[in-house]
């Protein structure tokens, strides 16, 4: 998949699941790196696995590296590809950005497509998935957590993070040692739940205002 600034969902990446009862939240799966040779698909796949077995979220995986909807390097208005993004986007309840880390930071490419959007993320949770060495990528989080606040977005507080994330799937794309991960993305996707379904009841009540 080229290393462009785009978004797209493949036939196989892309999961859903539907509730028993009720009206499941649409969750985007944020693909954040697009660099050629980056690990970042493994980890989305893993994740939206995990969450597409929940009855109560569908899941759209939204990978900035495709190649059906280019984003801008400039100031200009988007083309059809951006317009494409920007309402998969808006028709998101809640969100879970798959980060590494690069420099203490998150990916310039996640940062454009941040920076392009606004109402799309007001009064919706964003959950986080990093990965990298050492750090696990949690830097590039808490400067995530900063950028969303800004955009009146809701970042729950728990996290799965990968440190040494080379070392922890096989060529599968599988956990060597799945109990801890599995833990950790149950628990954070427990309050994305709780927050999208109180944030989606409160914007359907009372539009939000910025």
Same mark, same amino acid.
């Given at each position: 998949?080229?290393?462009? %600034? $785009?978004?797209?969902?493949?036939?196989?990446?892309?999961?859903?699941?539907?509730?028993?009862?009720?009206?499941?939240?649409?969750?985007?799966?944020?693909?954040? $790196?697009?660099?050629?040779?980056?690990?970042?698909?493994? &980890?989305?796949?893993?994740?939206?696995?995990? /969450?597409?077995?929940?009855?109560?979220?569908?899941?759209?995986?939204?990978?900035?590296?495709?190649?059906?909807?280019? %984003?801008?390097?400039?100031?200009? /208005?988007?083309?059809?590809?951006?317009?494409?993004?920007?309402?998969?986007?808006?028709?998101?309840?809640?969100?879970?950005?798959?980060?590494?880390? +690069?420099?203490? $930071?998150?990916?310039?490419?996640?940062?454009?497509?941040?920076?392009?959007?606004?109402?799309?993320?007001?009064?919706?949770?964003?959950?986080?998935?990093? +990965?990298?060495?050492?750090?696990?990528?949690?830097?590039?989080?808490?400067? %995530?957590?900063? &950028?969303?606040?800004?955009?009146? /977005?809701?970042?729950?507080?728990?996290?799965?993070?990968?440190?040494?994330?080379?070392?922890?799937?096989?060529?599968?794309?599988?956990? /060597?040692?799945?109990?801890?991960?599995?833990?950790?993305?149950?628990?954070?996707?427990?309050?994305?739940?709780?927050?999208?379904?109180?944030?989606?009841?409160?914007?359907?009540?009372?539009?939000?205002?910025?």
């Amino acid at each position: 998949m080229p290393a462009s %600034l $785009s978004a797209t969902v493949s036939p196989a990446a892309n999961v859903t699941t539907g509730a028993a009862t009720g009206r499941p939240l649409r969750l985007a799966v944020i693909t954040g $790196s697009v660099r050629e040779g980056r690990f970042g698909p493994t &980890v989305a796949r893993w994740f939206a696995e995990r /969450a597409a077995a929940r009855p109560d979220l569908t899941v759209d995986v939204v990978d900035l590296a495709g190649s059906d909807a280019e %984003l801008p390097l400039h100031m200009a /208005a988007p083309g059809p590809g951006g317009a494409a993004l920007t309402a998969r986007l808006d028709a998101a309840d809640a969100f879970v950005v798959i980060t590494p880390e +690069y420099n203490h $930071s998150y990916p310039a490419g996640l940062k454009n497509v941040i920076d392009w959007h606004r109402e799309e993320w007001h009064a919706k949770p964003i959950g986080f998935v990093s +990965y990298g060495g050492l750090s696990g990528g949690l830097r590039a989080v808490e400067h %995530l957590r900063v &950028v969303f606040a800004e955009l009146h /977005a809701v970042t729950v507080r728990d996290t799965v993070s990968f440190h040494l994330v080379w070392n922890q799937f096989d060529d599968q794309g599988r956990l /060597a040692e799945p109990a801890g991960p599995e833990g950790a993305a149950t628990a954070m996707l427990d309050q994305l739940a709780w927050w999208g379904d109180a944030l989606r009841a409160a914007r359907s009540t009372r539009p939000f205002a910025a």
